[in-house]
């Protein structure tokens, strides 16, 4: 058999040299007798005799022609041609007339011209590829259109179908995939001539799993046998030790000469990157090292496909991130169809879709990370959890990345199969179901406990101290003190439940679950459609806002307190309670009555034990703006019976008497212009004393006395939220009936307004032992 014929698994023979296949023996025959068997072969026969007796020549004077450098090299003998990096011109290999000339120049100890010192090597010994010719345009993907994308799901047979469908028409094509790997391959060969020793590795969204068309290429130097080569060279001689090295030092001069890799900075080394792919990688442009980034990367783009790609130098937990995703795919097939459809939804209600997390959007991998957490928690599970993994690795998969415990079996056969059979239609359901009413900001989502971890114990621990909480919580599954969704602010936390909300909504529809027979819309097409939030929908318990638990709101020493205290859940819902009462009350100076009916802010009476009560509860308070801790003999008014299982709940009746929620941004330039003292930061620029003034300024512009009746009527009641572990305060408002748009207004501006003063309140609240 030739050495470029193989046998193919289903019958039949392909020609690797040419990349032809022939279905039998006479036809194969046929092929290699052929003219362009012949031709490569010849070809590659050259091109292998050429690279015997070629050099890699770097380090000349940019500018420095061809013809110069042919002048030098005669000096060894004949110099048959000199190809210029046509790209960048800062190398050239040279072909020289026979091997024994190459010899002679490999033995010159020092090569100079026009005073500079060049760097001559052995060309380096590739495999002979042939490149079949590039059809016009398969460079690039053609944008699949929503139109398109419509009429492909409306003519699956199912949900499921549908979303199996989805990845079939945003995965990356066969020719994406082999132009990645040859870039890949490319620069590989390049940084090799300046770092020896050193591996391109691929990461991210092109190999784990969920590539889409357009994704950008993730690259990872890898320089650790690069740092060994580099001390071996230089030795504990120095100089002498190089000189000893051989030929290939050479390599470690070319470009490693000024520079120890083991002690550079991370910006020192990329800068150096920066410089290969800018000179020497051909067809790469728009190089760019930024610093800035949680994890330093030098940024380019691909002339000829317009692929955007990055490389890295410090982002090896990344390798074991991308081959985690790879797992979760091979482990089960629910996994691919699931994660595109939530990736696509979250992109068209504009809550996800940037990959790095720049902004407050949810980026993909946080959003990916929810669906493998929510596949762990079905019953019986889909997936794994990583600690279940680590009990199956074997010698080989142990694996301890910057500290970090990596350990997972490699290989999915080594898993058991899941005895959950759910449908991909139920489990997009249940996704919106169940992350519709979750307590983000109160809880850690731990993909390597498969649980979600309750705050206050999970911040007591050694990596819940290290950290950054936000509105949402999701937890790398290795790099354990990384929050992978800290950049997502309270406005996009509360939009994503919402949109949740409006999906599992749906998912309950006959247009979800069946397809239409009169070619109307159904399925993943009407849920992808983009929505607008509305301002709220009145429940039968009244337009909800969510107060989060906002613990990095505290000082230190009080989320410790609050963090230890026996009921934690009580000590934070008093707190917001008494935020509440004030924000009402005495910042937009609403007329407060408790359920008895005891007016709030006036003077105490002799009713009322000589102290002002908080709403809702039977007992005085201590000091409304100082120290708001509670003692435990003080209880909420709740019906009779356990208390562990009766709802906690507080009540406020309130009037509005002016538009205190309209034009406040103006008012505050204007008290400023007016000599208050000026804010030093956007935090103090909206501090309660600031408000409460702003208030006070559109009461007096209005007139301060007050109607014969108020603008707005409105009960009030706080509530714990609902699981054994919730953390957040719901406060449902019920309109007096008939008061339209104004409410609507009102409860828009209290949307934003009222969860930003209650975290400033408990912030500067004093917090006692509980």
């Known amino acids: ?77 004949g110099v048959a041609s000199v190809v210029m990096d046509k790209d960048k011109g800062v190398y050239a290999i040279v072909e020289l007339q026979d091997q024994e000339v190459m010899e002679k120049v490999l033995a010159q100890p020092e090569h100079c011209l026009g005073e500079q010192r060049l760097r001559v090597k052995p060309r380096e010994k590739k495999e002979f590829k042939y490149m079949p010719p590039k059809k016009q345009g398969s460079a690039h993907h053609v944008q699949l259109s929503p139109e398109k994308l419509v009429q492909a799901l409306c003519q699956a047979d199912d949900v499921d179908a549908q979303m199996s469908q989805l990845v079939q028409l945003f995965e990356l094509s066969e020719s994406e995939r082999r132009l990645r790997h040859l870039l890949v391959t490319l620069f590989q060969e390049v940084f090799s001539e300046f770092f020896p020793g050193c591996a391109i590795l691929p990461f991210g969204s092109s190999v784990n799993g969920f590539d889409i068309h357009g994704c950008d290429l993730d690259l990872f130097l890898d320089l650790e046998k690069t740092k060994t080569f580099q001390a071996s060279a230089k030795g504990p001689q120095g100089a002498q030790a190089e000189e000893g090295a051989g030929p290939d030092s050479d390599s470690e001069d070319s470009i490693l000469s000024d520079i120890d890799l083991t002690t550079a900075t991370v910006p020192e080394v990329l800068e150096l990157v920066a410089a290969v792919l800018q000179k020497c990688v051909p067809g790469v442009h728009s190089v760019q090292a930024v610093h800035s980034a949680r994890r330093p990367v030098v940024k380019f783009c691909h002339k000829d496909s317009g692929l955007l790609g990055d490389i890295s130098i410090n982002n090896r937990l990344a390798l074991c991130n991308t081959r985690f995703l790879q797992l979760c795919t091979e482990a089960d097939e629910r996994v691919r169809p699931l994660v595109y459809a939530l990736r696509y939804w979250a992109k068209q209600q504009a809550l996800a879709g940037n990959p790095f997390g720049g902004g407050p959007l949810l980026n993909n991998y946080a959003l990916t990370l929810l669906v493998l957490f929510f596949l762990q928690t079905r019953i019986p599970p889909a997936l794994p959890t990583l600690a279940q993994l680590r009990e199956l690795t074997g010698d080989g998969d142990q694996a301890i990345v910057d500290g970090w415990d990596c350990s997972f079996p490699q290989d999915a056969s080594r898993l058991e199969p899941s005895a959950n059979t759910e449908s991909l239609c139920s489990l997009l359901a249940e996704f919106f179901r169940i992350f519709g009413d979750h307590d983000f900001a109160g809880c850690m989502i731990s993909l390597q406990e498969g649980r979600a971890l309750p705050l206050p114990s999970f911040l007591l621990s050694e990596v819940g101290a290290k950290l950054k909480l936000g509105p949402f919580n999701v937890q790398d599954p290795f790099e354990l003190s990384h929050n992978v ?7 996009i936390a509360q939009r994503f439940q919402h949109c949740c909300r409006d999906g599992a909504k749906y998912c309950r529809s006959l247009q979800y679950q069946r397809k239409s027979s009169k070619g109307k819309a159904w399925g993943l097409v009407r849920l992808f459609q983009p929505g607008v939030p509305e301002a709220g929908e009145l429940g039968p318990d009244g337009l909800l806002i969510t107060i989060p638990f906002t613990l990095m709101a505290l000082s230190p ?197 009222l969860p930003r003063m209650v975290e400033r309140y408990v912030g500067r609240a004093a917090w006692g032992r509980q």
């Open 1 to 77: 058999m030739e050495p470029d014929v193989e046998s193919l698994p289903r019958g039949g023979f392909c020609c690797r040299l040419c990349h032809v296949t022939a279905a039998n023996k006479p036809s194969l025959q046929d092929h290699l007798q052929g003219k362009k068997h012949q031709r490569l072969e010849s070809l590659r026969a050259k091109r292998q005799d050429q690279e015997l007796r070629s050099v890699f020549v770097s380090g000349f004077h940019k500018g420095t022609s061809a013809p110069e450098l042919s002048e030098y090299f005669q000096a060894f003998g």
């Open 485 to 491: 969704a800290a950049n997502v602010n309270e406005k």
């Open 557 to 753: 020493g009080s989320r410790q307190l609050l963090c230890q205290a026996r009921d934690f859940r009580r000590c934070w819902f008093d707190k917001v309670c008494a935020a509440i009462t004030f924000v009402l009350k005495d910042v937009l100076k609403c007329s407060c009555t408790g359920p008895a009916g005891e007016p709030l802010g006036q003077e105490p009476t002799e009713q009322s034990g000589g102290e002002q009560p908080i709403v809702g509860s039977k007992h005085p308070r201590s000091d409304e703006r100082g120290s708001l801790a509670l003692s435990p003999a003080k209880k909420r008014l709740r019906v009779e019976g356990p208390a562990p299982e009766e709802e906690e709940s507080v009540s406020w009746s309130c009037a509005v008497w002016h538009r205190v929620w309209m034009g406040r941004r103006r008012v505050r330039r204007q008290l400023r212009h007016l000599g208050s003292p000026q804010p030093d930061t956007e935090q103090e620029a909206g501090s309660l004393e600031v408000e409460e003034k702003v208030s006070e300024a559109i009461i007096h512009q209005e007139g301060d006395s007050m109607g014969a009746e108020p603008l707005l009527r409105f009960t009030a009641c706080a509530r714990v939220g609902g699981g054994q572990e919730d953390t957040r305060t719901l406060l449902y408002f019920t309109p007096v009936p008939q008061q339209g748009p104004l409410f609507q207004d009102f409860y828009h501006f209290l949307q934003g307004f």
